[in-house]
């Protein structure tokens, strides 16, 4: 069992709730908080008192209209952590369990975690044993999962083999990867485009950090990395991917797990920009939600509570300061994660 503690008695017995609803598409002022019915379980899905939700960009482009599926009004938030307070399958999910949460259409198709409650299908629930701040684990599953997914993507793990090359290295996803490449003892450079948030890559362990100003990049990569890196761990995304592919030793690997640069390749032509024998492959961390992430977001809290990775929890908003957190993510403030606590 979780070392959290339970709900308070009564806590499933409230009808209203505080929510930050996403009424259009828009800017940060389209979130606004409002007092909602809390959701009545139903078969299938059961009610979490959310204790934290991490903030992704994913949110900011629902927010921003760029998601086609989601109609307004919503509530956003693709990930939380919390306590099930009414639960339709007590045996699997009992009450004051600690569970987490991530993806499966979640602040999409249905509500998410921008809530004091969220009510979520069972089969994305991930019964979770820690004794972790709620802000510390609501810094992890959405971040932490995508990047071990990533890493195991390019196979750099299990085996902690190879040269690796993280670009975005200080987004979220980027802080994580450099944990847990420092923590597993992989050789690791990782870029930034702002020089004031180097130290906060140095922190995690990464001996190398190199500014990605454009031009210098792959001179000052092969100063260190003569042959370049085995892999390729690109988050900007599809604004780098190509350069990533010209990076990258000849016969590597570079693993696009990020959209801080757009969605699509600009003219993409396989045969002329894909060298031969070097690999191109993505991550989405839809493949990790529910029991196919369970153990090891399991594996991942116990390394945080060990001291092997580091929860990289860059600042931590209320539910009323959802828009002033959209604006801090969107101004490309945060160094790692941006949290919020009902």
């Given at each position: ?10 806590t499933e017995h409230r009808t209203s709730m505080r929510a930050v609803v996403c009424v259009r598409a828009g800017g940060p002022e389209v979130l606004e908080p409002r007092e ?30 760029h998601s086609p599926n989601v109609r307004f009004p919503r509530v956003l938030g693709i990930e939380c952590v919390g306590t099930i307070v009414e639960s339709s399958a007590p045996g699997a999910l009992p009450l004051g369990a600690t569970v987490a949460a991530v993806m499966g259409e979640m602040g999409r198709e249905f509500d ?231």
């Amino acid at each position: 069992m979780s070392n959290h503690s339970a709900p308070a008695a009564g806590t499933e017995h409230r009808t209203s709730m505080r929510a930050v609803v996403c009424v259009r598409a828009g800017g940060p002022e389209v979130l606004e908080p409002r007092e909602l019915p809390v959701p009545a379980v139903r078969a299938g899905w059961s009610l979490v008192r959310v204790r934290g939700a991490g903030l992704n960009r994913s949110e900011l482009r629902t927010r921003q209209g760029h998601s086609p599926n989601v109609r307004f009004p919503r509530v956003l938030g693709i990930e939380c952590v919390g306590t099930i307070v009414e639960s339709s399958a007590p045996g699997a999910l009992p009450l004051g369990a600690t569970v987490a949460a991530v993806m499966g259409e979640m602040g999409r198709e249905f509500d998410g975690g921008y809530a004091e409650y969220a009510l979520l299908p069972n089969r994305l629930l991930m019964p979770i044993t820690t004794t972790l701040p709620w802000e510390i684990l609501a810094a992890l599953p959405e971040t932490y999962l995508t990047a071990r997914g990533a890493l195991d993507a390019l196979g750099v793990l299990p085996n902690s083999a190879g040269r690796l090359l993280i670009r975005g290295g200080t987004s979220s996803v980027g802080m994580a990867a450099a944990s847990i490449a420092a923590g597993h003892g992989i050789e690791t450079v990782a870029t930034t485009r702002r020089p004031g948030k180097v130290n906060a890559l140095t922190a995690t362990g990464i001996a190398h950090v190199l500014i990605d100003d454009g031009e210098s990049l792959a001179a000052n990569v092969r100063a260190l990395w003569p042959g370049g890196p085995d892999q390729v761990l690109d988050l900007v995304g599809a604004s780098t991917a190509v350069d990533s592919l010209r990076l990258v030793r000849r016969g590597g690997t570079v693993c696009v797990a990020g959209s801080l640069g757009g969605w699509l390749i600009p003219n993409l032509e396989p045969i002329a920009m894909i060298p031969t024998g070097t690999k191109l492959t993505a991550f989405h961390s839809g493949t990790l939600e529910g029991d196919a992430g369970r153990s090891l977001l399991q594996r991942i809290v116990e390394e945080v509570e060990a001291g092997v990775y580091r929860p990289n929890l860059d600042r931590v908003f209320g539910l009323g300061e959802i828009g002033a957190a959209h604006r801090y993510m969107e101004n490309n403030e945060a160094t790692g994660k941006v949290v919020v606590v009902p």
